[in-house]
Structure formats: C-alpha cells, structure tokens
C-alpha cells in the first residue's frame, strides 16, 4: 500500500493531503472491493477503520453473495448499497434485507456474528452488488456494550440539494444536519453526488475528514482526484469540492478515539481481547446465527481477505 501522487509536486501534495491512498484490490469470493482502510500509512480516519468500496459486480443467474457467519467485536460495522440487495442475519436473530440508500448499522460491541447473502428471490436472476462497507471503531467505554442492529430505511436519512449538488447524511453530523443513525463517537459519514460544475465547501468541523472519490471527475480546491482515491484532508482544512463531470463521492471522518489493534474481523484497544476472541471462537463460544449451519474458521494468520 503507498499513497500516489497522481502527477502533483510534492510540494501540491503536502499542502492538500496528509495522505491519498491507492486502494488494495481484494477478493471476497466470487466479486472484488477495493480496500481504503487500513493502509499501511494510514489506518483510520476518525473512528472510521475499514473502508471497502464493494464491486460493482454482477452475478449470472444461479451465482451469488455468500458471506457465511463470521465474528466480530468492539466495532460497528456500516453497510451502504448504490445498488443491488444483501440479506443480513446475525445471532441476535436479526433478519434484514438491504438496498440501495438505506444503512445497516450493526454494534459488535462484547461480541455478534454475521452473516450477508444475496436475497433468495434475486437468486434466480442476473443481479448487481455495488456498495461501500465501512467498520467504525468504538470508544473504549464503549468497546463491550450489549451488542445490537438498528436498520434505517433510506426515507429517515436527512436528503437534500443545493445549487446541485445532492447530499446524503448516513450517520454523525454535518452541513448543520444530524441523522438518525446512532453513533458512539463524533462522527461524519456523507454520500454527495454532484451534477457537472456543481461545487460545495467542507468546512473543517472535525480533527479527522477524508474523501472518497467513488466516480472520476471530482476536484479538490481545483485539483483533480482520480477515482478510486482516499483523500486523507489536513486538519483544519475547509476545502471545495467540485466536479468537472456528474461525480460522486463519500465523505467520513471524526474524532480519533484512540489507537486500536485489528485482527481479521477483530478490532480493540486491549491485546488480550483480540486473543480472547481468537479463543471463543475456535472453541465456538460466541453465539450462533439461527438457520445458519456455516461459518468462516478462525485463520491461522491475519489474511488480506476481510468478509463483510
């Protein structure tokens, strides 16, 4: 992993961005993503410490997404779809399909496992998967809360445009509007799409923001991003985004909550924890998801892989 320069100086660079980060291509079994976060010179934005821009893939008829339960703890995951559908169950006994706008937030908290699977009624039909997941790590007095999944419907996000651009607050608080998402930490998460020459300021409201460049087009104070890019902002920097084409991208960041330590789907501020994980899981002491008879076996060694 290594941050790009994309045809800036040096000097460009450093006054723009702590940071732009290359994604690392991965396979998650049948279709790829394109992985922001943790990079090996920037592990989290914020609370934000995984970052996937998932597809987008489409599968023929008979083919399909097929993430089997798996364990995760003292994280949030946050599931975004631009299209297509995922169907989530986990072993509180949660059973929630997904599609395009609304959020799956789920608290890993003390511990939960999950898992994502293409509807049964899209299994038939030629179906696409394009979307961003994101983990979010909690604070630590919040590592071991009780853990939960809250699905809000695209219709309870704060939606709205001005001088067109259109803006979608998935979670935390900005542009003087906060959604409905519960967050533990200060935090920032917004879907904008903007119509050709359209432009808007970021204004410097966090210690921590950064920009996703989801489609080619987009400028940053007039410098162009290609797509595909992580753009790490410094801090207190307000910057104007805008776009020589229709262009979309995806804003996160927030308050840093402290160092963390990330093993496969295992994120925490204590090293015993990982490895009391490591162990409830080997010996299958974490709680099942009902109607699921698979799971992913705990690797030998961290792997590049992650599942949603």
Known sequence: MKYICLDLSTAIMADLFEHLIEPHIQDLGGFQARRLLP????TMVGPFIFFD???PAVFPPGKAVDVRPHPHINLATVTYLFEGALMHRDSLGSVREIRPGAVNWMTAGRGIVHSERTPDDLRSQEATLHGIQTWLALPAESEETEPSFEHYPASDLPRWETEGVSFTLIAGTALERTSPV??????IYLDVQLASGAKFTLPSNYSEQAIYTVTPGLQ?????IEQHRLAMLKPGSAVTISAEKAARCMVIGG???GSRIKWWNFVS???ERIEQAKQDWQQAKFARVPGETEFIPLPE????EQPL
């Open 182 to 187: 519960q967050t533990f930490s200060p935090t």
């Open 269 to 271: 501020s204590r090293p």
């Open 301 to 304: 060694e961290p792997r590049l």
């Open 53 to 55: 821009h998932l597809g």
């Open 220 to 224: 940053i104070d007039g410098t162009p």
């Open 255 to 257: 308050e840093p909550v």
């Open 39 to 42: 990079a090996e010179t920037l």
